[in-house]
């Protein structure tokens, strides 16, 4: 059943497969006006708005290319949104990554699960900000995990208290750096800095919530564990085949990976939240990795100095990109 969306705007990254495909089923099938697919290419872009309109049966879907791990082509790319009379009113921050077992880092020197996830968002938000391209009342949501909040096995997040105090003097947003960078002496391994990107991400949306104009929210919502989507593409092939055997057929008989309909509905729910949840991290009860949502009130995701210090290595990781003061 269509509802009336009638005059809304939405942009979603990484909309041509998975989660942000998904997402955009829902919005389409809500009566959305306008849903902008952000995709890395133009072709990916076109080829997801034809599935997209034979799924749904309508076309209210426009395209454009945004690679999130290219600071300076996302920049570009809200210049083009700016050109076409673009306004904003919700932001699904969907796209990323899952590196391999070998160190890949974006043209501008940051591993790319950091430049994926959070980087290029950040560029992202800050440009559609400083050009005034959201809405009052905007709703901005990125996309988190519940491996942020340090309880899912082999996913373990790095300590930045006490990686800064060992290594740089308590100086918490140049470990934010180091990590960022993959630089001595962080140590790398996959799925732990997968989950310590993702609570780079609740960290930073607290951050945010602090400095956006009233009545525009952040929210980080994890999507649960989800099958269906292409978290494992940059693994070795038996870990490819590992994950997507248990993601498909085992996962689902212990209740612990859902859809990507129902988990992307995630992020569609949290755009019409109310503004008290603004800043906050949301994910599956702790111990779960689907089912009810609840807010995160995990010490390490709270901690403010952590979500200053990420705000402060972002904003240099990015070159630069904060929000201009008011005149």
Known sequence: LMTTNNGKTALITGANSGLGFEAAVHLASQGWERVILACRTEQKAKTARAELVQRVGRDPFEEIAIDVSDNKGVARAVEQLGERGIKIDHLVLNAGLVSGSTVNRSVDGVELTMAASLVGHHVLTIELLNAKLL??????????????????????????AAFADTHHGGDRAKAVLKISRVEAPYEFSAMPHYATVKSFVAHW???????????????AVSPGSTRGTSMAKNQSFFMRFMMNFMMRFIAPLFGVAASA???????????????DRNGK?????????????????????LDRKNQDAVWQAVVELSGGADLHKPA
């Open 135 to 160: 809405r009052d009342q905007a709703r901005i949501v990125i996309a988190g995990s519940e491996a942020a909040r340090d309880d899912v096995p082999m996913m373990g997040v790095t300590d930045l």
């Open 205 to 219: 949306a607290g951050s945010l919530s602090r400095r956006l104009p009233t009545g525009t929210t952040v929210t």
């Open 261 to 275: 309909k129902t988990a992307s509905k995630r992020y569609v729910d949290a755009l019409g939240w109310a503004p």
């Open 281 to 301: 991290f949301y994910a599956s009860v702790p111990g779960k990795m689907t089912g009810k949502v609840v807010e995160q009130t995990n010490a390490h995701i």
